[in-house]
């Protein structure tokens, strides 16, 4: 059973840091591109960022310059730091896999990142 495990939300100030990280079990992690996505109250789950199986990432243009997408194939982890954060970062934070060849895809259970002073 494929299992995609969040950690590393919580409660941070305005301009403050947090780092996520992703455990992914029961896949041959080599073959899936990993992304973090968000979802704030209200609103439509969004993608946040993207690293393919080789390394190539994107980032969407609201995060750009504060947040960083990173994976370790040795440790099945993806990890996102954050910085810098906003108000308007607060959402559930969501970690998906999905395999390069069939697209068929996973998602974790997500994280809940509140920033409010």
């Known amino acids: 059973q494929v299992q995609l495990v969040e950690s590393g939300g919580g409660l941070v100030q305005p301009g403050g840091s947090l780092r996520l990280s992703c455990k992914a079990s029961?896949?041959?992690?080599?073959?899936?591109?990993m992304s973090w996505y968000r979802q704030a109250p209200g609103k439509q789950r969004e993608m946040v960022a993207w690293?393919?199986?080789?390394?190539?990432?994107k980032h969407v243009d609201s995060v750009k310059g504060r947040f960083t997408i990173s994976r370790d194939n040795a440790n099945n982890t993806v990890d996102l730091q954050m910085n810098s954060l906003k108000p308007e970062d607060t959402a559930v934070y969501y970690c998906?896999?999905?395999?390069?060849?069939?697209?068929?895809?996973?998602w974790g259970q997500g994280t809940q990142v509140t920033v409010s002073s």
């Open positions: 029961n896949i041959i992690f080599s073959m899936y591109a």
């Open positions: 998906n896999a999905r395999n390069e060849l069939t697209n068929y895809n996973f």
């Open positions: 690293i393919s199986s080789l390394g190539f990432w």
